[in-house]
């Protein structure tokens, strides 16, 4: 039983984002099974062989920018059709909506309002690419006040890698300052604030409401330092760490594999898995969650 919470179908209906840059700065084209049919029914077909069970889907709104030499697309997943396949297809499929927090596809608050309406209940945002400010802005706080109000989930998306005009976009330090702010608003950190690794494992053990998903970035560089955090429980990062492929992105065969090849220890693996992610997007009480992962 796995959740991953960095999983999203690259289907027509959500754009063309992850088919650009999968040709582009990415590895993933060709070698996931979903981009020479990309439909649900592949793309569950294709989890269900490395055996994942859900999938969240930050797929994101914001207009493209330029980072470094890397010139990324604009994000336009719809948000309903979001909502839809959620709806359609609950417990194999968590819809996350994609806000815009630079407010130039939208409104950001008018938005997440109408998508909490919808039935969303995780909201994703790359403030780093718009409105190009660090997560601790206070023009953000309206969003996360939002989030508290409607008791939302929170994906920031955190990586200095692209994440931001500099890298010190992807520095622990503004996670840090917004997880004190807010301290009821449950934060999951997308790509865990690579290259931050250690600073972002101290983050996670010092807020009760900071989640940590290094997902692909696990493979690249500090990771031994999260095999030692997760199985020496050092700063709680075993009940901090959850499970994520960043699929469709890069070759999901060659991510399991290299996952489960690291030492972790097996009593580690449940809360990895699927237990922290239940808690972190607050699922531990819905039915068919609850029938899907018994405790």
Known sequence: MIIDVRCRPPIPELGSYFLETCQGIHHGYGANKVFDNPTMETFFEEL????????????GNNPGTRIGRHVLPSRTASNDVMAELQRK??????????????????????EIERCYQL?????????????????????????????VELDLTLIPQTTGNLGGK?????????LDQVATDFPELRIIAGHACYPYGRQAIVVGGRHENVYLSPDETLARLGTEDWVKAVNMNLHDCQNKFLFGSAYPCHPMKRYMEAFFELPWKPEALPKMMYKNALRALKLEDDPVFKEMYPS
């Not at 269900?48 to 797929?59: C, F, R």
């Not at 297809?89 to 608050?109: E, T």
């Open 48 to 59: 269900g062989e490395y055996g994942i069970t859900t999938a969240a889907a930050p797929y």
């Open 89 to 110: 297809y609950w417990g194999r499929f968590i819809g996350v909506m994609g806000i815009d927090a630079g407010n130039v596809f939208h409104s950001a608050l008018i």
């Open 119 to 147: 039935g969303l209940q995780v909201v994703f945002i790359e403030p780093g690419r718009s409105p190009g400010c660090n997560l601790d802005d206070r023009q953000l706080y309206p969003i996360y006040e939002k989030c």
């Open 166 to 174: 500099n890298i010190d976009y992807g520095n622990p330090r503004h």
